[in-house]
């Protein structure tokens, strides 16, 4: 994809909404004080700002959810006085928000086309199936929401996704994305940017909030940012910052590296902690192995619906299990609820915050000791015990301690999430869960929480986060279990990942059938072992494989290629048959995507005094096969 800075523009269209001086009072309190916002035809315009720094409650203004207390707002040349979401939609406004505000008892389909259901006449069913499957085919994702499932049935990221396919659908001239990506992999942001460039080039104009800086690197073309509700940098040049740029007018200092990577001792990390063997909860987990020990940050890697929530949920006693194995400290365990779960020590911080994590008519105080309820029988609780911690994690949270009695719900969303995982801090479990835990939380409070998380882990917890986000994982974890189709594939260190590497791990096994039947055909064509790997210097790691294992390779596993049987052919990758010193022979054709990504190495190795195929032929075979099929990866 071509970066924002790389196109031409040489001349700016006029703006379709100018918003100056736009200010919003929520009782004594001051959401935007002097907000300004600029969107043009043909831009995608990055609104910025840590949590609470009003961007939410902007983009709420310009799509009618909400009337500001005062300021100017016009569109296409005209005032812009809105007194519903309906005002807004009638004049080709649309809001993609970060908290979904779909019907749960209609389907996926209904849902796409809510707006439509009001309207006068009769709606073709045929025509929104037909509609509705290309836009999620675009999305990259109809095989993951069926189109006649209630949405109440859908995880918190597949309502997202709904989301995004209803605002599509409504052809809007002006569409606002809130935090769109926050449950997408790489892949998945990929597909979306695509089509926000087609947007973008068919003259709309978009407006994009993430806390993701390198995102907004990647499709943007201007950027607004927010600070305490005042527009600190408007309409500024995307090209003309730096992410230190951006930072700083965030938060209005340097916090360093997002990313501060854990310095682990070897004798710092402890024994086996936690253990599930041959996890099974269908339809979404099919067979789940991993293992955390005491000090480590283990990553759980994979797409949405890739069945990695599913599988906690079962763990935790909030879905039912057909098989699997499950121990904390060598010891067998039935967690057959919640309750159970705490008592063996097991904290878990749920994907979706308000719906899952937090009792919105509590105080914070009351929100903060809730688990505690968990690790008792009796009538009493213990809350006076664990007053000196409370304090201690309050400070260390920034939170003041004059505000434990007031409303969770006052608090941004980077804070009510850290006052969640306080929460199970305050249970000493020895194995701590996350599910997103940084999901539409500011770049500030991302990097608070992962020290957080890293401070427990130095401590002795077993650390186990959940996340889409491909560069958090390889940021924050030691190693990295990858989930796909329900099935835990590989289990490696950090460290031999890249996001890509992550990216073709983590694709769904039914969008890679084909390159799989390939490997098929290859062997049923000349025998042998067929094999599509991953290569990074010497280093490998097999995706697929078939046949004899002649190879080496195994699928899921990484090795350096002395430590497989064709380890002349890894190094040389040469465009003929290498020969071992065994003499087996093998040849490796590299696969790339239609923006010239590497999708890895197709390769086949035949045992000694087999017929050598013509290297020509068989290059020009997985040519034509992989035309069509890499773009599936």
């Not at 077993?462 to 994982?473: P, Y």
């Amino acid at each position: 994809m071509q970066s924002p800075s790389e196109r031409d523009t040489p001349v700016r269209a006029e703006p379709l909404l100018a918003a100056h001086g736009v200010s919003k009072h929520f009782g004594k309190t001051h959401a935007l004080v002097d907000a300004a916002l600029t969107l043009r035809p043909g831009e995608v315009t990055g609104l910025l700002g840590a949590n609470g720094a009003g961007k939410s409650t902007l983009s709420r203004i310009v799509s009618g959810h909400i009337r500001p207390t005062s300021g100017m707002l016009t569109f296409d040349g005209a005032p812009l006085a809105l007194s519903s979401t309906r005002d807004a939609l009638r004049q080709g406004i649309a809001l993609v928000a970060q908290e979904t505000s779909l019907a749960p008892d209609l389907s996926v389909l209904e849902n796409i086309f809510l707006p439509d259901l009001a309207t006068p006449g009769r709606l073709s069913f045929r025509t929104m199936r037909t509609r509705a499957t290309e836009l999620l085919a675009g999305l990259g994702h109809e095989h993951v929401l069926p189109l006649d499932a209630e949405v109440r049935t859908l995880s918190a990221a597949q309502r997202q996704l709904v989301e995004i396919a209803k605002a599509l659908a409504l052809d809007a001239r002006l569409v606002i994305f809130d935090e769109p990506t926050a449950s997408l992999s790489t892949t998945e942001v990929d597909g979306l940017f695509d089509i926000m460039d087609r947007l973008r080039d068919s003259g709309r104009a978009l407006a994009f909030v993430s806390h993701r800086l390198e995102e907004v690197f990647a499709i943007t073309d201007r950027v607004t940012i927010l600070r305490e509700g005042q527009a600190v940098a408007e309409d500024v040049a995307t090209s003309s910052l730096t992410q230190g740029d951006i930072i700083q007018h965030m938060v209005g200092r340097d916090i360093g590296a997002i990313y501060a990577k854990r310095t682990v001792a070897q004798d710092a990390v402890g024994d086996t902690i936690f253990d599930v063997r041959g996890l099974k909860a269908l339809p979404w987990v099919r067979d789940m192995t991993f293992s955390v020990r005491a000090g480590e940050i283990l990553g759980l890697g994979g797409l949405v619906g890739a069945g990695r929530s599913e599988a906690m949920e079962a763990i935790w006693g909030l879905r039912a299990r057909q098989a699997g194995d499950i121990r904390v400290r060598g010891k067998e365990v039935t967690l057959r609820k919640p309750a159970d779960a705490v008592r063996a020590g097991i904290g878990f911080v749920a994907e979706d915050r308000r719906a899952q994590n937090i009792v919105p008519d509590l105080s914070v105080r009351e929100n903060l000791l809730l688990a505690q309820m968990g690790q008792h029988r009796g009538f009493w609780r213990g809350y006076g015990r664990k007053a000196d911690k409370v304090t201690a994690l309050i400070a260390d949270l920034g939170l003041p301690a004059d505000r434990l009695d007031t409303s969770l719900l006052n608090y941004s969303g980077g804070m009510q999430q850290k006052i969640i995982i306080a929460r199970w801090l305050l249970t000493e479990p020895d194995i701590l869960i996350l599910d997103e835990p940084t999901k539409g939380v500011d770049i500030g409070t991302r990097s608070s929480i992962y020290r957080l998380l890293q401070r427990a882990a130095d401590a002795g917890l077993a650390v186990i986060v959940i996340s889409s986000d491909f560069e958090e994982l390889l940021g924050l974890a030691e190693r990295i279990v990858v989930v796909s189709d329900g099935v835990s594939i590989a289990d490696l260190p950090a460290a031999r990942l890249t996001e890509e590497k992550l990216t073709l791990l983590a694709a769904p096994r039914t969008s890679t059938r084909r390159n799989q039947a390939m490997l098929r055909d290859i062997c049923d064509t000349y025998g042998g072992d067929a094999f599509w790997t991953l290569i990074d210097g010497d280093e490998t790691i097999c995706l697929a494989q078939s046949g004899d294992a002649l190879s080496g390779l195994v699928q899921g596993q990484a090795a350096t290629a002395p430590q497989t049987h064709i380890p002349q052919a890894l190094m040389a990758r040469s465009d003929t048959f290498v020969t071992e010193d065994d003499g087996r022979f093998s040849l490796l054709v590299q696969m790339t995507d239609r923006r010239g990504h590497d999708l890895g190495w197709i390769g086949l190795t035949l045992p000694a005094g087999a017929a050598r195929p013509d290297a020509t032929q068989f290059r020009t075979r997985i040519s034509d096969l992989t035309k069509t099929e890499a773009t599936d990866v």
